[in-house]
């Protein structure tokens, strides 16, 4: 587990460095059930897209990508203010805030944050089938989960973070390259997917919390050895620390009571 961070300032300096990783956040004895709960008791649908992008795996190997996979997947949102802070949440997205928000929660307070149902940016669930053979070692669509746009409006805090459910294959993958260096250098896709260069590469495991700047360009990878990969996903914003640094408060304890003494002897 990662240190934990003491102050906001630490978390971002830690997480432009590359994905913290919290293993076991839920207790295993209610594990099952939350995963069983969410398989269950929430809407699935098909994606809006064919795949995890707008882009179908026939349309990336016509442009030359040699890296990418897509196929579809299933998807379940439970919150969405992708459009600003001024969203109104729906009964709809009441319904199973609580059951999706908790794993996020409970791993924000093991590095000393929070966060709010108003600094909540997004929930969504992904459901992914098994692939062929021939997507071996290939990833999904790169992207980052925010944009420049939406980066101006929610400011540099903020975050993604990837809750897997299952142990299963289909490894998240993490670049070094910037999302946006497409638009500002006029780099045709093709050539910016297939020189992509892999920052990390980290494998579901049940319980698993991975968090990461929402502009970090990333990508899923469809499952091949095991039936299904589940996760889910939160853009969020930490809301502040839990408690001070202990180490600080006691140095600021020590100043006070020096300058009693001195107040004491005038």
């Known amino acids: 587990m990662d240190d934990i961070f003491l102050t906001l300032d630490d978390y971002l300096k830690r997480i432009k460095k590359g994905p913290i990783i919290l293993d076991n956040i839920i207790p295993?004895?209610?594990?099952?059930?939350?995963?069983?709960?969410?398989?269950?008791?929430?809407?699935?649908?098909?994606?809006?897209?064919?795949?995890?992008?707008?882009?179908?795996?026939?349309?990336?190997?016509?442009?030359?990508?040699?890296?990418?996979?897509?196929?579809?997947?299933?998807?379940?949102?439970?919150?969405?203010?992708?459009?600003?802070?001024?969203?109104?949440?729906?009964?709809?997205?009441?319904?199973?805030?609580?059951?999706?928000?908790?794993?996020?929660?409970?791993?924000?307070?093991?590095?000393?944050?929070?966060?709010?149902?108003?600094?909540?940016?997004?929930?969504?669930?992904n459901f992914q089938t098994r692939a062929p053979k021939i997507s071996k070692d290939k990833f999904n669509f790169p992207h980052c989960d925010l944009d420049q746009s939406h980066k101006d409006v929610f400011g540099p805090f903020a975050s993604t973070a990837i809750l897997y459910l299952n142990d299963c294959d289909g490894d998240t993958y993490f670049f070094k390259e910037n999302a946006y260096e497409i638009s500002d250098k006029s780099i045709p896709y093709e050539d910016w997917l297939n020189s992509l260069t892999i920052l990390k590469q980290i494998s579901p495991k049940q319980g698993r919390l991975v968090i990461f700047p929402s502009g970090m360009v990333h990508a899923g990878s469809h499952p091949i050895e095991n039936d299904y990969r589940m996760v889910v996903n939160f853009n969020f914003i930490p809301k502040g620390c839990v408690f001070s640094n202990a180490k600080d408060y006691y140095e600021q304890i020590n100043k006070e009571e020096e300058w009693k003494k001195i107040i004491q002897k005038q």
């Open 28 to 125: 295993n004895n209610i594990l099952d059930t939350y995963v069983t709960a969410t398989q269950t008791q929430v809407s699935w649908a098909l994606s809006d897209f064919n795949g995890t992008s707008p882009f179908t795996d026939e349309f990336l190997r016509e442009i030359g990508s040699k890296r990418t996979y897509e196929q579809f997947q299933f998807v379940s949102t439970c919150l969405n203010q992708t459009n600003g802070p001024q969203y109104t949440f729906s009964a709809q997205d009441m319904e199973n805030y609580h059951l999706w928000s908790l794993p996020l929660t409970l791993g924000l307070l093991k590095i000393n944050l929070s966060t709010s149902i108003k600094h909540i940016i997004r929930i969504k669930a």
